[in-house]
C-alpha cells in the first residue's frame, strides 16, 4: 500500500538519523522491496527500503544477516587500511529508541542506511566494467569465505533448482487463472521441462558431496554494483539475499544480466545475444578474486552456471505467471510471459556457447 509523504517522514523520524527530513523519492527499480532516496535538510542522505515481508518472512534475520555481513566487511576494510569505508560497505542505521536495524510499523517493515553520494549503478557494462564486477563479486565471496557466525537463508533452498522446478510443476498442476490453456504457454511448459534434469545437476552434486556451499551474494545483477565516476567498483549493494549457496549463484546471475544484449524483459527476442565479451572478461576477474578457494568441480561448471541462471529465472517468472502474477512487480498483464520468453532466448544463446566458454576457462592459469 503506498503511504503518504507525511507517513514516510515520520518513519525516518523514527530512526537514529541526523537533522530533519527534507524529502523522501522513489529510487531504483528493484522488483521485491520498495526502495527511496531521503535527503534531510543537513548534508545527510539516506536510503529508506520497505522490506516485502510477504517474500522476507523472517526480517529479524535477514536484517541479522545483513548486520553481520556488513560488520565482518567493514573490519576487513578497516584492517587493510582502506580509505573511505563509508563508500565500500552498506551502514545501515539503529532505531532512536532500540539498536535493532528495522523498524516494523503497523504490517510494515522499514530499514534505513546511509545513502553513498557520486556513485552509480548501471543496467550495462563494458568489458572493462565487467573485469571489475567480476574481481569485486569474487573479491566479496572472498572476504566472507572467513565468517564463523553462520547465516540463516532469509529465503529457504533460494537458488536450488530442484525446488523452483518443483514450484513451477506445482503451478501448472493447479494452473490457478486458467493460463495453461494458451497453447504457447503449454509449450513453453515442456521445453523447460525437458531441461530440467540437467539443470538441477547442482543440487545432485552438493548430496553426492563433491559441491560445496559459500556465503554468496545470491543477486548479482549487473545493477547491484556500485561504481565512483572514475569507474572504480565500490560496493555491493542489496544484501537480503546473502546467504550459503553454490558459486554458481553469483558468476551465473551476474552474466544473466551483464552478457544479456538486451533487458531481462526485453519483447523482441532477436535482440538478445549471449556476449562472450562479457563472459571471458567477467570469468578473468572473478577467477583472479577467487582462486584461493575455488575447487576445480566449482570452476569446470562456470559454463553450467551461466546456462543455469537465464534457465531458473526463466523457471520462476513463468511459475509467476502461470501463478496470476503474485511475486514479481509487473508492468503489463504479459509482463511475466515476456520475461520468461526473453530469459528462454537468453538461456539457448548462452547453451550454444558452452563450448567456447570451457576453452577459455581452460586458458586461464
Ligand atoms: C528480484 O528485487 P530485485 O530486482 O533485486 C529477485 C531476484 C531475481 C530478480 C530478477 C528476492 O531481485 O532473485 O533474479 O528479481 N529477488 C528475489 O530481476 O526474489
Ligand atoms: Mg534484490
Redesign the pocket.
Known sequence: MMKSQEELFSIVGRFAVKGHVRSVEPLG?????DTFKVCMDGDEQYVLQRINHL??TDVDLLQHNIEVVTAHLRRKLESAGEADIDRKVLRFIPLSDSPKTYLKDGDAYWRISVFIPDAYTYETVDPEFSYYAGKAFGRFEADLADLDEPLGET?PD?HNMELRDRQLKEAIAADPVGRMSDPEVREIAEYLAAYSHQMCKAERMYREGTLPKRICH??T?VN?MMFDADGNVLCVI?L??VMPSFVFSDFG?FLRTAANTAP?DEPDTDKIAFRMDIFKAFAKGYIESTSVFLTPVERENLPYAACLFPYM?AV?FFADYINGDT??KIKYPEHNLVRTRAQIKLFKEALSKTGEMKSYLDSLD
Open positions: 527499480n528493484g522488483l521485491i522491496n517474500i522476507f529465503i533460494f545470491c543477486d545483477k547491484n542489496d537480503d539475499t546471475d531481462e529465472q520462476r511475486y514479481y
